[in-house]
């Protein structure tokens, strides 16, 4: 096992490199399944260390091996892509590309990957190979798919992640045991009524009124019908429907997303929704299509993997910065897919600043202090060199 010291040591030398890195990174985003010319950035990095690096892996992924002694191999997952946002963030380095910014952290996700594939390549050999993925199509929930299709998980008998977290202080490392994150599903609900004028009601079936009911039944049933320590929750975010002010509307589409963190729930979720929806529509004669498209599962992580990485952060940074986190989170990530392939963990890597507001990820205005990629770094690198010894 190598020095924990040592290898935060090794991190804070490339503080200032890593620094150029990630504001390179930061001014030009691309989008998702459009990282062309990150990925080949990435790549000339990961061959300038010496690791064999295949391009194009995941479509724009890429995936680079440290090698080290005999299987089992372990790897290293971070992300590459931005978001269709205009950055109002006023930085020297804010985004060259009207329209896309990397506002939840991947630029810094892609620097801490780097980052820990220099560390852990001057410390070679180690005693088992390790595999850097670097990601694409985050945010839309593919990239993942994509790279293990691609055969990125191939021997892969252990997988460690991270997600920057505004809500933490730069340098604090967020430890979670067991669900990190929510499966996120979508709905689709389409509400069919008869349309008719807007002065005689009686004689149409308003699309919009029952519509309206349906979205207020599933909020209230949601509390009365579901184990409140088992969260569900439902956001109908897009409506569309209707034809004129004075048209009774025969027609009106629902879209939305289902967030849920116990499987079993999950499981039933499709079945509840079709039988509250049904009774709505039943009741006052209207008819109706329900899609439900499974989506993103939870991210459990591993309780090895997880001890690994809190060990790692206590060694390295101390025990005061490091927070074991009470509750997940509803948002979705990914990162679960790589999971239905081989154990993993993902931490919350502090970034928030200490003096002033720290704007929620997605937002134009969201930043990152950079002092968090030294620990972000010797966090993975860490539990990477500590995972053979136990």
Request: charged fraction near 20%; hydrophobic fraction near 40%; proline fraction near 7%.
């Amino acid at each position: 096992m190598h020095s924990l010291p040592a290898i935060r040591s090794l991190g804070e030398k490339l503080a200032p490199r890593l620094g150029e890195i990630r504001r390179h990174l930061h001014a030009h985003p691309e989008l998702s399944g459009q990282e062309y010319q990150t990925s080949a950035y990435v790549a000339r990095v990961l061959s300038s260390l010496g690791l064999q690096v295949q391009e194009g892996v995941g479509k724009t992924g890429v995936v680079a091996d440290l090698r080290g002694g005999d299987e089992p191999r372990l790897a290293v997952r971070t992300d590459m892509d931005a978001l269709p946002i205009q950055e109002g963030t006023n930085l020297e380095f804010s985004s060259r590309y009207p329209g896309v910014m990397h506002a939840c952290g991947h630029d810094l996700h892609t620097t801490v990957g780097l980052g820990v594939a220099m560390v852990l390549a001057q410390l070679a050999p180690l005693p088992g190979p390790v595999r850097f993925l670097f990601q694409p199509a985050e945010e839309i929930a593919q990239g993942a798919a994509w790279m293990i299709n691609d055969g990125a998980m191939e021997g892969v008998e252990g997988i460690f992640s991270l997600h920057c977290w505004p809500a933490l202080p730069a340098g604090t490392i967020g430890i979670r045991y067991g669900g990190l994150t929510a499966a996120a599903d979508d709905l689709e609900i389409v509400i069919l009524g008869e349309s008719g004028h807007g002065a005689r009601p009686h004689e149409a079936k308003d699309a919009i009124w029952v519509a309206a009911q349906v979205i207020t039944t599933l909020q209230q049933a949601i509390s009365r019908t579901h184990n409140p320590l088992r969260p569900v929750v439902i956001t109908i975010g897009q409506i569309q429907g209707g034809r004129a002010g004075n048209i009774i509307a025969d027609r009106v589409e629902l879209r939305g997303t289902v967030r849920s963190l116990d499987p079993a729930t999950r499981a039933d979720l499709p079945a509840w929704l079709d039988q509250v929806v049904a009774g709505v529509c039943g009741a006052v004669g209207a008819r109706y299509d329900l899609t439900y498209r499974a989506g993103v599962p939870t991210v459990h992580n591993d309780s090895r993997l997880t001890q690994l990485l809190e060990s790692a952060a206590r060694q390295t940074l101390g025990d005061d910065q490091v927070v074991v986190l009470p509750e997940p989170s509803l948002g979705a990530e990914d990162f679960a897919y790589y999971l239905s392939h081989a154990p993993g963990a993902m931490f919350r890597l502090g970034v928030g600043f200490k003096d002033r507001p720290n704007p929620p990820l997605h937002h134009p205005r969201f930043t990152v202090d950079e002092t968090a990629l030294v620990p972000g770094i010797v966090t993975l690198a860490g539990a990477v060199c500590n995972y053979w010894s136990t």
